[in-house]
């Protein structure tokens, strides 16, 4: 059974008000699609990948940047 909350309101706008603001960290996998799906005995083919450090936007999730160049300015 729901109850009310009195002051519930408040809180719950001044939680969501901060909700679009700051940033959102993640971390991309670029992988060599060679070395993870073929298998062969070409030694030639080198294994190549990088994880790559990203920041989001939270106000609009469109921008997204590498944090290196976000920290480099």
């Not at 901060?18 to 996998?29: E, F, I, K, P």
């Not at 080198?46 to 989001?56: C, F, I, T």
Request: aromatic fraction near 6%; proline fraction near 5%; hydrophobic fraction near 50%.
């Amino acid at each position: 059974e729901p109850q009310p909350l009195p002051g519930a309101r408040d809180w719950a706008a001044e939680v969501a008000a901060g909700m679009d603001a700051g940033v959102r960290v993640s971390l991309r996998l670029d992988l060599s699609g060679y070395s993870v799906f073929d298998t062969s005995d070409d030694q030639r083919a080198r294994a190549a990948g990088a994880a790559v450090v990203q920041v989001h936007s939270l106000a609009d999730p469109t921008l997204v940047a590498d944090a290196a160049a976000v920290w480099a300015g």
